[in-house]
T-cell receptor
């Protein structure tokens, strides 16, 4: 069966450090992979989309990599801030219009 | 910035009652979705909707659920006879296109079934 796996344990880091979150998937052959941010009690917010032919994508302090051989994406936040504390979700299309989410990894950035 | 709006933000109902959750997608978007999130669990796909038809649906979306676009702006999710296990946050989303397109989510309706 198709699976999207993200670290279930919260990631605690200090302000200013780089946070790295992992997304692994099985039984998908995605052309694209997406990352979203979710704050408590709120809907997911789109952050970045990376295509299979892109090794890396950047947006301000965010960087995403996509390795289709390893079936893995890494999501980096550089110079992290307490305001970056949230749950980060990896998502893939498992059908024509079915975007499937991983469970997400909670990031806690302490001052 | 355009946004997806959902009403109500909270809904409490008795088991067996019907509920209708409402959403106004972003105006130029063509694809609409409902997701749910049980407390502490992942965001789960329920259904996608395009051109007044269901495009895809998950196993969760059984005969108790239905969706409708009653007019040019609203998109609704109806649960015919609510169960305790329907208690969750329900998110509406929309997108301009489909497949590999980013989704825009509303703030959700917290449904509590007593």
């Amino acid at each position: 069966s198709q699976k999207i796996e993200q670290n279930s344990e919260a990631l605690n880091i200090q302000e200013g450090k780089t946070a790295t979150l992992t997304c692994n998937y099985t039984n998908y052959s995605p052309a694209y992979l997406q990352w979203y941010r979710q704050d408590p009690g709120r809907g997911p917010v789109f952050l970045l989309l990376i295509r299979e032919n892109e090794k890396e994508k950047r947006k301000e302090r965010l960087k995403v990599t996509f390795d289709t051989t390893l079936k893995q994406s890494l999501f980096h936040i550089t110079a992290s801030q307490p305001a970056d504390s949230a749950t980060y979700l990896c998502a893939l299309y498992s059908g024509y219009s079915t975007l499937t989410f991983g469970k997400g990894t909670m990031l806690l950035v302490s001052p | 910035e355009p946004e997806v709006t959902q009403t109500p933000s909270h809904q409490v109902t008795q088991m067996g009652q019907e509920v209708i959750l409402r959403c106004v997608p972003i105006s130029n978007h063509l694809y609409f979705y409902w997701y749910r999130q049980i407390l502490g669990q992942k965001v789960e796909f329920l259904v996608s909707f395009y051109n007044n038809e269901i495009s895809e649906k998950s196993e969760i979306f059984d005969d108790q659920f239905s969706v409708e676009r009653p007019d040019g702006s609203n998109f609704t999710l109806k649960i015919r006879s609510t169960k305790l296990e329907d208690s969750a946050m329900y998110f509406c989303a929309s997108s301009e296109q489909v497949f590999n397109e980013k989704l825009f989510f509303g703030s959700g309706t917290q449904l509590s079934v007593l």
